[in-house]
């Protein structure tokens, strides 16, 4: 795992719990944390302003340019930054879900085993929903995924 990585993870990993407030509302003060970081307001999706918030935290803290590309599209993300693309999913990589329709969701690895990764997302909830309202700590089969990035 790279140091960035691992400092992306450590940081996700303190904003598990986080909220919308009120619940549904794409707002809240850490949800529109997220979104600030990417440009928006409130009231979008937002588990790539997450990643993306995450991440340029950790960069900060290490002194180091943030590798990734300034959006909450997730799709938009991975069009734009396939040269961090991986095959070989580790803590601290992006995950990247393409639903179609220009659909997608995100979140970091946590764990990798052997058809599932644990991750940590934002706009989710317990029940898996690409559209919940926390961050929390989710599984998903390895084949649901359509890339990975190693920032």
């Not at 979104?35 to 790539?48: F, I, N, T």
């Not at 900060?60 to 590798?67: D, E, I, M, R, Y």
């Not at 999913?89 to 990764?117: A, L, R, S, W, Y």
């Amino acid at each position: 795992m790279s140091a960035l990585g691992k400092k992306t993870l450590a940081i996700a990993i303190t904003q598990i719990g986080a909220e919308e407030v009120p619940r549904n509302s794409n707002a809240g003060p850490a949800v529109e944390k997220y979104l600030k970081s990417v440009g928006l307001g409130k009231g979008y999706a937002w588990c790539m302003a997450f990643v993306y918030w995450c991440t340029k935290e950790a960069s900060t803290s290490l002194g180091v340019v943030n590798p990734l590309f300034k959006t909450a599209g997730v799709l938009a993300m991975y069009n734009n930054k396939r040269s961090l693309v991986v095959t070989d999913p580790q803590p601290g990589d992006i995950f990247i879900m393409d639903f179609g329709k220009g659909q997608g969701h995100t979140g970091i690895v946590e764990k990798v085993e052997t058809n599932i990764i644990h991750t940590i997302e934002g706009n989710t909830n317990d029940d898996g929903s690409r559209e919940g309202y926390k961050v929390c700590r989710r599984q998903r089969k390895i084949n649901t995924i359509k890339a990975y990035l190693r920032p």
